[in-house]
């Protein structure tokens, strides 16, 4: 079983909206850790669009600040990524990520969720 894994993706015309979601399960849900989300566009290598560390603060790639949000319900260890004002640019294969914090490295990935925006 994967240690996280994703879902919420789907179809949606551009300017509308999805909530991504990233269960984590195998390791304990615990302040030490950091999350991101990744996507990969076809053509592209992957990309960080959002990350969140133990404090709660995100980091934004610039191509999605202002529309998307990420957070992570702690209790639940479930992370979240709200897009809104979707473009077709933003059509990718959506993955998230674990770190322990101390560390540069992403360790733990699901196997990703496919967000498709068309015009």
């Known amino acids: 079983q994967a240690p996280l894994k994703e879902s919420g993706g789907g179809s949606v015309q551009a300017g509308g909206s999805l909530r991504l979601s990233c269960l984590a399960s195998?390791?304990?849900?615990?302040?030490?850790?950091?999350h991101g989300w990744f996507r990969q566009r076809q053509g592209y290598e992957r990309e960080e669009v959002a990350g969140?560390?133990?404090?709660?603060?995100?980091t934004y790639a610039k191509s999605v600040r202002g529309r998307f949000t990420i957070s992570k319900d702690y209790p639940k260890n479930i992370l979240y990524l709200q897009m809104a004002n979707l473009k077709p640019e933003d059509t990718a294969v959506y993955y998230c990520?674990?770190?322990?914090?101390?560390?540069?490295?992403?360790?733990?990935w699901g196997q990703g969720t496919q967000v498709t925006v068309s015009p």
């Open positions: 195998g390791y304990p849900s615990s302040w030490n850790w950091c």
């Open positions: 990520a674990a770190r322990r914090c101390g560390e540069t490295s992403y360790s733990r």
């Open positions: 969140i560390d133990n404090a709660q603060r995100p």
